[in-house]
């Protein structure tokens, strides 16, 4: 939600300028549109393979539509996992594996159930998590070379308009013109930084910001797989993994999931009684 406010109130903010300066139509040049965002878009895919480049258009419509899972669910998660896990055993999360819509966490369980020792289970999530912010860098980089390159063709855009200004200047029309053709020129530089400080960099720091908070939460399940696999006591467990979160972002989900359990265990012997 904050992405979409941010672009399209710098969009509103940028025409109610622009019509107190005088009307959108003199900002409004389709050559130099084709210059600037045609010029850019084509050395973006001179730079990069066409699969990359696809790839990042994913995650930026991702940045802008789908939300990122908070870690004190994550927490909540493996806290109730790993008091399943001391009540019967931890080939008792089998179970759980296809209700839970988390790929890496399922990977993780799958891991344990399997027997394999910590070292390895560590080893393995590490490299995803390794590749996982290669490809999230990857993103950001090209986005960050379209920043780079929208404010240059933009100049291009207005030398292209200069020469043709200036290959007049002699002529009566010409000298007539100077003003609105000057004008004109100087529309491509417009559009080009306009694409890179309102779209290209802010999208840019968008998915750098989100990678992190992927990164944090990957983290808080690695240390949540392997202290499950360890038998960790699920108290120790939710205070370990609230150690990565701020003070005001902890939350408490041992005493509420022990609550819970034991209300289930009393309607369990009542019934058993009712037998």
């Known amino acids: 939600m904050s992405t979409f406010l941010g672009i399209v109130s710098g969009i509103a903010l940028l025409f109610i300028a622009i019509f107190m300066q005088g009307g959108v139509e003199t900002f409004i040049n389709f050559p130099s549109m084709m210059i600037t965002f045609g010029g850019t878009i084509a050395a973006i895919f001179i730079s990069f393979p066409f699969s990359r480049v696809v790839g990042v258009l994913r995650a930026v419509t991702q940045a802008f539509m789908r939300d990122i899972q908070q870690p004190s669910w994550v927490i909540a998660l493996m806290v109730r ?31 344990v159930i399997d027997g394999h020792s910590g070292e390895l289970i560590r080893d393995v999530l590490e490299t995803e998590l390794d590749f996982l912010q290669m490809r999230h860098r990857s993103g950001g980089n090209i986005l960050r070379t379209a920043a780079k390159l929208s404010p240059a063709f933009g100049l291009i855009g207005t030398l292209i308009g200069l020469i043709a200004m200036l290959r007049n200047l002699g002529t009566e029309e010409g000298m007539s013109g100077l ?55 699920p108290r120790v467990l939710e205070r370990k993994l609230n150690s990565f979160l701020p003070p005001d972002l902890r939350a408490a989900h041992y005493e509420r999931i022990l609550k819970k359990a034991r209300v289930e265990t009393a309607e369990e012997g009542r019934g058993a009684e009712a037998v």
């Open 179 to 233: 003003g609105a053709g000057m004008a004109v020129s100087l529309i491509t530089t417009f559009y080009g930084a306009m694409a890179a400080n309102l779209f290209f960099i802010p999208v840019a720091e968008k998915l750098r910001s989100r990678t992190d908070d992927e990164v944090l939460r990957t983290r808080i399940i690695i240390e949540g797989i392997l202290m499950l696999q360890a038998g960790t006591n």
């Open 81 to 111: 996992l790993a008091f399943k896990a001391r009540q019967k055993s931890l080939l008792s999360l089998e179970e759980d594996i296809n209700a839970i819509n988390n790929r890496f966490i399922r990977f993780g369980l799958e891991m």
